[in-house]
């Protein structure tokens, strides 16, 4: 209940802020299947391409509380830190091989809840290609929860007044399409078509930027 009030807060306070800093442009694969309303638990994936990705999508799901997966290196500081375990971080401790945050994760799902992941892991250095191998995780907790996966794609242009951050949502993967007898086959697969929704969805919107 504190998550959503202090939500509701941020949000209502920091709407003006944000559209100066983003003035965000939403763009659907189809609308009608999936709107920046989301009805139940699900996973939001996407590409990460700033510290302030978060930012970005708890305005483009403004109705719900996105509690987003992020590295114990954002909690280091203590102003920042304090803000994250307000709105509902979900710490990840890369290094020590913990599945606290999966389980923490998970539970948030069963009632209802939406958890967003970056499965790149960290964000891509200057000399790599986005987007990043996916790491598993995203796609075991979408076969051990059974709830649908949003996938998401942002340009990454904040703050910069001359261009407009551009967030293409894509339609919802069910993990039941990968449901069988071999779990890390499993696991294996729904990852592979995580990120080639994303690759997907990074190429319609380039294309419909180019186009405007």
């Known amino acids: 209940m504190f998550y959503c009030i202090f939500n509701w807060f941020f949000k209502i306070t920091a709407w003006f802020l944000q559209w100066i800093c983003f003035r965000t442009k939403i763009h659907y694969i189809d609308k009608s299947v999936q709107s920046r309303r989301i009805r139940g638990a699900a996973i939001i994936i996407s590409n990460h391409t700033s510290v302030f990705d978060y930012g970005v999508y708890i305005f483009v799901f403004p109705l719900r509380t996105l509690r987003v997966l992020m590295a114990e290196v954002l909690f280091e500081k203590k102003p920042l830190n304090l803000l994250l375990k307000a709105l509902g971080g979900i710490r990840v401790n890369r290094d020590a091989h913990s599945m606290s945050s999966m389980f923490k ?27 990043l191998p996916f790491k598993i995780g995203a796609a075991y907790l979408a076969l051990a929860s059974g709830v649908p996966v949003i996938p998401v794609y942002t340009n990454g242009s904040y703050f910069n007044p001359k261009k407009r951050a551009h967030v293409i949502i894509g339609t919802p993967i069910d993990p039941a399409d990968f449901n069988g007898e071999n779990s890390r086959k499993n696991i294996e697969a729904l990852n592979t078509a995580m990120r080639e929704s994303i690759i997907a969805l990074e190429k319609e919107l380039h294309e419909r930027i180019g186009k405007g």
């Open 105 to 131: 994760a998970e539970k948030i799902l069963k009632k209802g809840g939406v958890v967003g992941i970056f499965p790149e892991g960290r964000l891509p250095l200057k000399t790599e290609t986005p987007p």
